[in-house]
C-alpha cells in the first residue's frame, strides 16, 4: 500500500505557474509509474501527464505539452507536476496517480492505476 498526498493548489490567473506536488509514504522508486489526472467539474477524469520507470518515460496530454512538466525528489518520495502558462481550461481538481505494477494498461488511462490521492483544487481565472 500506498498513501499519496497532493499540495499546492490555488488560485491562479491566466498565464501564471504553479507548483503543484505529490508526497508518497514510501519510495517512489517502487512505484513503476506516477502520474497527473485532472477532473473539471461535469466532466471525466483526464490524464495530464505520466513518468514511468521503467524506460525513463515521460507521457504528456497533447494540451499540457510545452506547459507543464513532471519530475521528482527522490529523497523526499514526491513527485511534482510544474504547470506554467496556465489557462482558465486548466481549472480542475488535480489528481496524483501510481501504480507499482508493471502492467499493459497505457499509462494515459485511469484503470491503470492502483493508488490516488485526494486531489487538489486548481483555479485559474482569466
Known amino acids: 500500500q500506498v498513501q499519496l498526498v497532493e499540495s499546492g493548489g490555488g488560485l491562479v490567473q491566466a498565464g501564471g505557474s504553479l507548483r503543484l506536488s505529490c508526497a508518497a509514504s514510501r519510495s517512489i522508486f517502487s512505484l513503476n509509474t506516477m502520474a497527473w489526472f485532472r477532473q473539471a467539474p461535469g466532466k471525466e477524469r483526464e490524464f495530464v501527464v505520466a513518468?514511468?520507470?521503467?524506460?525513463?518515460?515521460?507521457t504528456f496530454a497533447d494540451s499540457v505539452k510545452g506547459r507543464f512538466f513532471i519530475s521528482r525528489d527522490n529523497v523526499k518520495d514526491t513527485t511534482y507536476l510544474q504547470m506554467n502558462s496556465l489557462k482558465p481550461e486548466d481549472t480542475a481538481v488535480y489528481f496524483c496517480a501510481a501504480r507499482d505494477h508493471i502492467g499493459t494498461t497505457p499509462p494515459d488511462r485511469t484503470d491503470g492505476y492502483n493508488y490516488w490521492g485526494q486531489g487538489t483544487q486548481v483555479t485559474v481565472s482569466s
Open positions: 513518468y514511468t520507470w521503467r524506460g525513463a518515460t515521460t
